[in-house]
């Protein structure tokens, strides 16, 4: 099972910009996706961003415009830019694997997160107004 590692998170000011990492342990077998997800203080997880190895996005309604998904292939690493940050992204940063699509569903709310295969312990994302 691929192990993730996010870096990347710190604490900013309102309109501010950072880019999150994730490093996956070994490159997935094609057809792979990964995603990012968050929880903000005493809310529930919900999707962010997934990309799949057919180069299918899904970015998530609140995020479009300011936050863009991407990966490095050699080197296994997955990228979430955000700019112009907001204090309601302040949350905990997670990416998430599977060795299907199913990422895009669960970005949408339509599959539970449960089902993704591997999870990083992620890295904390803090915007001040």
């Known amino acids: 099972l691929v192990q993730l590692r996010e870096s990347g998170g710190g604490s900013v000011q309102s309109g501010g910009s950072l880019r999150l990492s994730c490093a996956a342990s070994e490159r997935p077998s094609k057809p792979y996706c990964m995603g990012w997800f968050r929880q903000a203080p005493g809310k529930e997880r919900e999707g962010v961003a997934a990309?799949?190895?057919?180069?299918?996005?899904t970015i998530t309604d609140s995020v479009k415009g300011r936050f863009t998904i991407s990966e490095d292939t050699a080197n296994n690493t997955l990228y979430l830019q955000m700019n112009n940050l907001k204090p309601e992204d302040t949350a905990m940063y997670y990416c998430?694997?599977?060795?299907?699509?199913?990422?895009?569903?669960?970005?949408?709310?339509?599959?539970?997160?449960?089902?993704?295969?591997?999870w990083g312990q992620g890295t904390m994302v803090t915007v001040s107004s």
């Open positions: 990309l799949d190895s057919g180069d299918s996005i």
């Open positions: 998430a694997a599977d060795s299907g699509r199913i990422c895009h569903l669960v970005v949408l709310g339509r599959l539970a997160d449960n089902a993704l295969d591997a």
